[in-house]
């Protein structure tokens, strides 16, 4: 049974623009529904949000580079995500979904498209992901992508931490880890967290505070991990709007221009702040 999901806010101008460079780590491209039609497995329906609604997004905030995510209503077929990379050239990058026995000669063809990654989100699969990403990170790390992990970082952190300081690959943690408000900087899985991060592999999207805070915007519960996470490597800090916010059901959809300003009130050096937003990305993702 899938349920539907309301669409992105309009987009507004924020308060100051993003600064020359800055790039959007995560969004997905969904639709035109009559050239790329939902999996039929899905567990949301979202309203179409093509590129040219995420295009002006980019427009207004001054976001000039994105990552394209390939999102679960597609399951692994990629052509939506492929199609959105194609169009936005030079300035994208995309992280791929796909099936643990995807052919070598296959993952250079996306290689080739400007894929940098692969994602594995057991937070909507369910199930251990180890096994599988212990198999596969290193034909990732042959094309020199990275793996990215969607996890419950409360309930899997400390359990997940030893094999992922095993892995001989750069790891991507969407969204905090999904650690929330509630959880706190003193939650045993947080520390874990902060351990992996400081070993340098480790990437973290200081993204989605609408779905984690428990004390809604302007998400002040969220302020004291991000500050937690950029004290520790603010080199390893990447940001993203999650742009169409699929999945909001409970919790009202956000402003992404209040998502970009959000980052002001931490208190974090302007240079800081740049670094996330231009210097980290570009070296993940390969940006010139």
């Known amino acids: 049974m899938t349920r539907p999901c309301p669409g992105p806010l309009p987009p507004r101008p924020p308060v100051s623009r993003a600064p020359p460079g800055t790039c959007d780590t995560h969004a997905h491209i969904i639709g035109p529904y009559d050239r790329f039609p939902l999996d039929d497995g899905r567990f949301y329906t979202a309203p ?4 040219e609604a995420y295009a002006a997004l980019q427009e207004a905030l001054g976001i000039e580079r994105a990552v394209i995510v390939q999102p679960s209503c597609y399951a ?3 052509s939506a995500t492929a199609d959105g990379l194609a169009r936005l050239g030079d300035g994208a990058r995309a992280v791929a979904v796909v099936e643990p026995d995807i052919g070598d000669e296959e993952l ?3 290689d080739g498209l400007g894929f940098r990654g692969v994602r594995f989100a057991p937070v909507l699969l369910g199930g251990d992901p180890m096994p599988i990403v212990q198999a596969f990170a290193p034909r990732a790390a042959r094309l020199g992508w990275h793996i990215d992990l969607f996890i419950d970082g409360p309930r899997e952190m400390t359990g997940m931490l030893a094999g992922l300081k095993a892995l001989d690959i750069d790891l991507v943690l ?3 880890a999904h650690f ?3 959880d706190g900087v003193d939650h045993p899985g947080f520390a874990a967290l902060l351990d992996l991060v400081a070993g340098g592999r480790c990437w973290v999207k200081l993204s989605c505070p609408d779905r984690l805070s428990a004390a809604g915007p302007p998400y002040d519960d969220m302020v004291p991990l ?3 996470l950029i004290d520790t490597r603010p080199d390893r800090m990447l940001w993203a709007t999650d742009w169409p916010h699929v999945g909001h059901w409970d919790q009202p959809v956000p402003d992404d221009a209040g998502l970009l300003e959000w980052l002001a009130g931490w208190g974090v050096d302007r240079k800081i702040l740049d670094m996330m937003l231009v210097d980290n990305p570009a070296a993940l993702f390969g940006f010139e």
């Open 76 to 78: 692994t077929d990629l």
């Open 108 to 110: 250079r063809r996306l």
């Open 226 to 228: 991000a500050r937690a």
């Open 174 to 176: 969407d969204h905090f």
């Open 48 to 51: 179409e949000s093509p590129l």
């Open 180 to 182: 929330g408000g509630a």
